[in-house]
Structure formats: C-alpha cells, structure tokens
C-alpha cells in the first residue's frame, strides 16, 4: 500500500459485502472505512475525511437517496458511488440527479468496481484543475493512486512526506509559504523546523542532489516552490 493512501468510505448495512469489498478495495491499495447505517456514515465523514463514497441506497435509519441529497446540499466535493441492488430505471435516475457520480448494481465485479472508482478520483482532479498524473524531469506524482516515482522507480513516502508533496504538486510553480503548508499539513500549530525536516527527508528520497535540489526549491526566509511541469 502506498503512503497517506486514498481513504474510501463503504456505507453498507450488509456486513458481507462490506467484508467483500474491505478485502478488494485494501488490494488495490486503498484505506477503507465502514459504516453500517446513515449515522454512522454521517460522522465517518466529519472525523476521517474520506476521498470517496461507496453508498448502499437500502439503509436501514435513512434512505440512501436522501443522504446523497443531504451531502449534495452541503457541497460535500467528494465523489459518491452507488452500489444498490435496485435495477429500475426511476431509482437509478433519481440517484444521478441527486448528484451520484455513477451507479454500480449488485452483484458486482471487483474491477469493474475499483476501474469506476479510478474514474471518478480522476475527474474530481479534473474538475478542482490539478492533473491527475505530475511529471517533472524524472519525478511522476499520481494523484489519484497516490504513487510517486523517481526515474519509473516507486518511492515509499511517509503520510506526512506525502501531504506536503501533494499540496507542492497541487500548486506547482507556486511559491508557498511556511504557514500555508503548516496549515495545510499539521493544522497550524506546529513549528517550522517540523516543516523544514520534513522537506529534508522528502528530498534526500526524490533529489538526485538533496543538497542542490531540482523539484523542491526552497524561497529563503519564505517557504517552498516545486518545479513547475514539463
């Protein structure tokens, strides 16, 4: 599994098919988390930030319509997949207009699944303007299935590494500031010399040079700018 992995959200009140797809999901790489009703998914959502929903339409405290609905009418920016085994035409239609961004019946193949779930990670980049895939010089950063590598070689990076990698390559060419990215990373509240090891590690793994870096630029006394793409 690569670092700070995507988290995936099931929302499923069928404890086997949240077993099945705990299991196919974490071999593609992927965090999962579980809810087994409408509550419970309301507040996996507020704790844990997940980067996608898989969402089961029979709930047994709200129907899955209206919690899409609810998500939707809060602007929640997240791609929300449903898995129902309802098959009529009304249904799926209602589900789509409601703001799913697709629609998987039961039973299910487990690629079919996890290539509709690469899908709608790569259009929600799309859509916020970041490119799914980063390349500069010999560094690629997937975004979508949180994999970096040095010349087609995979770096293993820390959550933290990774965090900060992320947010460089989000705003690529830009200058950052310390504060921007203590924000971003940690919430504020920590010191800059975290930030500056940190950005030490990241380089000694993706510089040829650590020392005279060519990704990660360092704005004296400002903060960090990473190498714009070719």
Known sequence: ?????????????????????????????????????????IGKLEDDRPDLVVLDLGLPDMPGHDLLEKWRNEKRNLPILILSSRTDEAGIVKALELGADDYVTKPFGMRELAARIRVALRHKLQQQGERPVFQAGELT???????????????????????????????????????????????????????????????QKIERSPD?????????GVGYRLRQAD
């Open 141 to 203: 950063v997937d975004l979508v299935k949180r994999i970096v590598k040095v010349a087609e070689r995979e770096v293993k990076l820390s959550p933290k590494e990774y965090d900060i990698l992320r947010i460089l390559v989000q705003h690529a060419g830009k200058v950052l500031t310390h504060q921007h990215l203590l924000k971003e990373v940690w919430g504020g509240s920590t010191d800059v010399q975290y930030l500056r090891v940190y950005v030490r590690q990241l380089r």
């Open 1 to 41: 599994m690569t670092a700070s992995a995507v988290k995936i959200l099931i929302i499923d009140d069928e404890p086997p098919i949240r077993k099945l797809l705990r299991v196919g999901l974490m071999t593609e790489g992927y965090t999962v988390l579980e809810a087994a009703d409408a509550r419970q998914a």
């Open 212 to 220: 005279q870096p060519e990704y990660i630029l360092t704005e004296t």
